[in-house]
């Protein structure tokens, strides 16, 4: 049923609006992160800013740590998403072509586990890396974001796999591929919508996470970006500007992530559309 005129005006408007409240938080750090020290704490809240300064980039890129803890969520943030890439395709793609006995109930548990709160695996995590030895040591993180990454993963990759036709594998392996090589040939490079995807959920999940970070890593020059974060409020007060231009910093890496991989993800799904 075609929209009447009225009717497209007030969807069109009630998106503008959402839009403008869930922009406007991130229009505020950004504005408060180059206003002066004095403008910060007054009752006037000026949305278009009367003065500028770069001085609270200054202090937050002076603070020490910052290079040490934007080092270490790059290392943990990175591998975790690699890691939980590579087991998810190998799992997703047995699970979409393949039928085996407990199939269905390894679904359930992949299912299951997506929907557990992270703070509901604190406490085990803690324990089973305690007794590997791996506290206070960076590959305790990497181990535990691949964990909280991996089901939706797993479940993610499997729908995109189920998507590709397995007309087109079975085409491949007539004209001589064998079965892994029908799968490296036609459906990974088709699962590149499906890759992209997932990888921007695991980066956002293990980039944000405080938790875990925070109690893991003893050391502070082992502790991530998060946790640097919070050094901005002090007994003394909270340095506002700083910990502003510190956020515009910590979210500028996610962002720029997510603008390589968008641009992937429109030139993967193109190329799908072709082959398929």
């Given at each position: 049923m075609?929209?009447t005129r009225?009717?497209r005006i007030?969807?069109?408007t009630t998106?503008?609006i959402?839009a403008?409240?869930?922009?406007f938080?991130?229009?505020?750090?950004?504005?408060?992160?180059f206003?002066?020290s004095?403008?910060?704490?007054?009752?006037?809240?000026?949305l278009?800013?009367l003065?500028?300064?770069?001085?609270?980039?200054?202090s937050?890129?002076?603070k020490?740590?910052?290079?040490?803890?934007?080092?270490?969520s790059?290392?943990v943030?990175v591998g975790?998403v690699l890691?939980?890439?590579v087991?998810?395709v190998?799992?997703?793609f047995?699970?979409a072509?393949?039928?085996f006995r407990?199939?269905?109930?390894?679904?359930?548990?992949?299912?299951i586990?997506?929907?557990?709160?992270?703070?509901?695996?604190f406490?085990p995590?803690?324990?089973?890396m305690?007794d590997?030895?791996l506290?206070?040591k960076?590959?305790?993180?990497l181990?535990?974001?691949f964990a909280?990454?991996?089901?939706?993963t797993?479940?993610?990759?499997?729908?995109?796999?189920?998507g590709?036709p397995f007309?087109?594998e079975?085409?491949a392996?007539?004209?001589?591929?064998?079965?892994?090589g029908?799968f490296r040939?036609?459906?990974?490079?088709?699962l590149?919508?499906g890759l992209?995807a997932?990888?921007?959920?695991?980066?956002?999940?293990?980039?944000?996470e405080?938790?875990?970070?925070l109690?893991f890593?003893r050391?502070?020059?082992?502790?991530?970006?998060?946790?640097?974060?919070?050094?901005?409020?002090?007994?003394?007060g909270?340095?506002?500007?700083?910990?502003m231009?510190a956020s515009v910093?910590?979210?500028?890496?996610?962002?720029v992530f997510?603008?390589?991989?968008?641009?992937?993800?429109v030139?993967?799904?193109?190329?799908?559309a072709?082959?398929?």
């Amino acid at each position: 049923m075609n929209k009447t005129r009225g009717q497209r005006i007030a969807l069109n408007t009630t998106g503008v609006i959402v839009a403008v409240l869930f922009a406007f938080p991130t229009y505020w750090m950004l504005t408060s992160a180059f206003k002066p020290s004095g403008d910060l704490l007054t009752p006037n809240y000026d949305l278009i800013p009367l003065s500028f300064t770069l001085d609270n980039f200054a202090s937050a890129w002076a603070k020490p740590g910052f290079l040490t803890h934007l080092s270490n969520s790059l290392i943990v943030t990175v591998g975790a998403v690699l890691c939980s890439l590579v087991a998810g395709v190998l799992a997703a793609f047995p699970l979409a072509r393949l039928r085996f006995r407990g199939r269905k109930g390894f679904l359930l548990l992949v299912l299951i586990a997506q929907m557990a709160p992270m703070e509901a695996l604190f406490i085990p995590m803690f324990l089973l890396m305690q007794d590997a030895g791996l506290l206070n040591k960076l590959p305790s993180l990497l181990l535990v974001y691949f964990a909280i990454t991996l089901p939706f993963t797993v479940w993610t990759l499997r729908g995109f796999v189920q998507g590709i036709p397995f007309e087109l594998e079975e085409a491949a392996m007539v004209d001589g591929c064998s079965r892994f090589g029908a799968f490296r040939r036609v459906v990974l490079p088709l699962l590149g919508p499906g890759l992209v995807a997932t990888s921007v959920f695991a980066f956002i999940t293990a980039w944000n996470e405080f938790l875990y970070a925070l109690v893991f890593m003893r050391d502070k020059d082992k502790q991530t970006l998060p946790v640097w974060l919070s050094t901005f409020k002090t007994v003394f007060g909270t340095d506002w500007g700083g910990i502003m231009a510190a956020s515009v910093m910590y979210a500028l890496p996610a962002l720029v992530f997510f603008l390589l991989v968008q641009r992937k993800l429109v030139s993967g799904a193109t190329a799908g559309a072709l082959k398929g």
